[in-house]
């Protein structure tokens, strides 16, 4: 369609009877097609704001508890077990959907990943997830709720972990995982979705948070090591006790580097921007090739 021109020069109005005699007939052509232009944009807006609704699937909570000591992660459960289409549409980790409270239409909705694997969908009927407080939104609405209350959700998004890209153990020797905050959600479903971390001789896993009260999941962290991935936790803000890895993850991975073979090394990031783009940037320089640098956005 060709743009629209609009002239910026004066045209003094017409007087009302020439103006009349500009006007076409009620049965002119190019009133009908006026008419048909305005009743097909109508029905269009119609049917987006029915598509719209119509993608807002209710259902209730099993499960609101505290994931780490400081209150400011929650875990939160919904119950799909009567929406097989909606289980059907998880099939990777790294996947979201959306989320929003009916009693609070005027809050935005919040983008969740979600944080169980897609066989727990299809074994129990439920999708978990890792929510982080922020003051005001949707998600802080929602870590307040109780079991049995009813949330809506949108459509399963997103492609996720392309996973298939690192499958093969000669071409994916080493996989670097990289997490931070509530980033962790999608990496969980990804390490117990499986990916043959125990037939590979390098799986670390690089997970930072201010401390540990901050570090979510750390009674699996026993279970993601019998399946070949070691954890590396990274507090940028711990107490006088802490033993281990200090700062950022950025920094304690440049720190260490181990990359002993570059073209057998994949990555998996998801978490801070800052640290996605730095992670991404010392990969890259170290001959790490960005096709096997993997994110889920």
């Known amino acids: 369609m060709a743009p629209l021109t609009i002239s910026s020069a004066y045209t003094p109005p017409l007087p009302s009877h020439a103006l009349a005699s500009q006007l076409p ?36 909570l099993s499960l609101v508890r505290a994931a780490s000591s ?17 289980v059907s549409a998880h099939t990777t980790a790294g996947q979201y959907l959306q989320l929003r409270l009916p009693s ?24 978990e997830f890792l929510v982080k407080r922020v003051e005001g939104s949707t998600a802080d609405l929602l870590c307040c709720l109780k079991t049995g209350d009813v949330v809506e959700m949108s459509g399963v998004m ?9 499958s093969s153990t000669e071409d994916a020797q080493t996989i670097i995982i990289f997490a931070t905050g509530s980033g962790i959600s999608p990496i969980r479903s990804l390490i117990e979705s499986g990916f043959s971390a125990n037939e590979r001789p390098d799986v ?8 540990l009260q901050r570090m979510a999941y750390q009674d699996r962290f026993k279970n993601w090591e ?28 440049s720190r260490a580097k181990q990359i002993l073979d570059a073209s057998s090394t994949a990555a998996v990031l998801c978490g801070h921007k800052a640290m996605t783009e730095e992670v ?12 096997k640098i993997l994110k889920n956005f």
């Open 25 to 60: 007939s009620p049965m002119s052509p190019v009133l009908s097609l006026h008419r048909r232009i305005v009743s097909l944009a109508v029905a269009a807006a119609s049917a987006s704001v029915r598509q719209d609704s119509s993608t807002w699937t209710p259902a209730p």
């Open 70 to 86: 400081d209150s400011s992660l929650f875990h939160i459960s919904v119950d799909v077990s009567d929406y097989p289409d909606l």
């Open 104 to 127: 609070a239409a005027h809050a935005k909705p919040t983008f969740l990943a979600i944080a169980s694997p897609p066989s727990l969908a299809a074994a129990r009927g439920e999708f």
């Open 158 to 166: 997103g492609r996720g972990f392309e996973i298939d890209r690192i």
């Open 204 to 211: 670390r896993l690089y997970y930072g948070a201010r401390n």
């Open 226 to 253: 019998s399946l070949g991935v070691k954890i590396v936790p990274v507090l940028s803000r711990p107490d006088d006790s802490w033993k281990g890895e200090r700062g950022y993850v950025q920094a304690v991975f």
């Open 280 to 291: 991404t940037s010392v990969l890259m320089a170290n001959g790490v090739p960005h096709d």
